[in-house]
């Protein structure tokens, strides 16, 4: 449903699944601990910064090329690794735990290296970060951090407040402008 929609006015590029590490169990069913964000544009013209979301990859087979030299690939005290394209499946990122600063009593609360990832590959400084629903404020507590303006809309008093507190709780000394 989520595609049939998005593709109406956009142009769906790929589909990244998230594997949580919690997830709610059910007696009759699997457990669900796996979400979809969609990576859709409006046109042609759309920012993507690569190098902002390369990852480290240990290399298991290193190859030389014909002078000896590593080829695609580093070496440093941690080992062998090459920086790669991020894939399309992420099970790198953990849902804030209660133990964690940023976790709150949102119960779907996004962790916000997850959503750092989205806004440094799809934006620069300056630019505006929306969020649509702003739950616990975790997209704006981390545009705010990446020196991004933001906007959102929230419709949960108890969460507003809450992401209201967030942001006051996360200063920074560079953001263009904070709108909510």
Do not use: C
């Given at each position: ?15 990244i ?8 169990g059910?007696?009759?069913n ?14 042609r ?54 133990s964690?600063?940023?976790?709150t009593?949102?119960?779907?609360q ?14 620069n ?20 951090k ?14 507003y ?11 920074t ?8």
């Open positions: 449903m989520t595609q049939v929609i998005l593709e109406k006015k956009l142009e769906i590029k790929n589909r699944t998230w594997k949580r590490e919690k997830g709610r059910a007696a009759r699997w457990k669900n601990n796996m979400e979809d964000i969609w990576f859709a544009v409006a046109g013209d759309y920012t993507f910064n690569l190098e902002a979301v390369k990852e480290r990859k240990k290399v298991i087979a290193p190859y030389r090329d014909k002078e000896g030299k590593p080829k695609d690939w580093q070496s440093d005290e941690a080992g062998n690794f090459r920086m790669t394209h991020p894939s399309n499946i992420w099970n790198d990122l953990v849902v804030p735990f209660w964690m600063s940023e976790n009593p949102h119960p779907t996004k962790p916000e290296k997850l959503i750092e990832r989205l806004i440094l590959a799809s934006s400084p300056g630019d505006m970060v929306f969020d649509p629903f702003m739950g616990s404020g975790t997209t704006a507590v981390v545009a705010k990446l020196n991004r303006a933001y906007i959102g809309f929230e419709s949960d008093e108890l969460f407040k809450l992401l209201h507190k967030r942001l006051l709780q996360n200063p000394q560079n953001n263009p402008k904070t709108l909510f």
